[in-house]
């Protein structure tokens, strides 16, 4: 990934805080692949985070009441 500056973040330089970052242990691939997506993707990924979050809690609540129920 170049920025507008030429630099990559797969090979940043090492006084970099992408360097640091890489050197404390800390995977910057998913960062790396949110950069490569346009905005209008990443807030449709997001959307479809969300989506699976608001679906999943309504599971669990809908569990939670038949367990209720059936005590």
């Known amino acids: 990934m170049s920025t507008s500056t030429g630099l990559s973040l797969s090979t940043p330089p090492d006084e970099s805080a992408v360097a640091r970052a890489t050197a404390f242990g800390i995977d910057i691939t998913l960062l790396i692949e949110n ?3 346009t905005p209008t ?3 449709q990924r997001l959307q479809q985070m969300l989506d699976s979050v608001v679906a999943l809690q309504a599971e669990v609540k809908t569990r939670r009441e038949r367990q209720a129920q059936s005590v």
Do not use: A
């Open 41 to 43: 993707e990443r807030v």
């Open 35 to 37: 950069l490569r997506l």
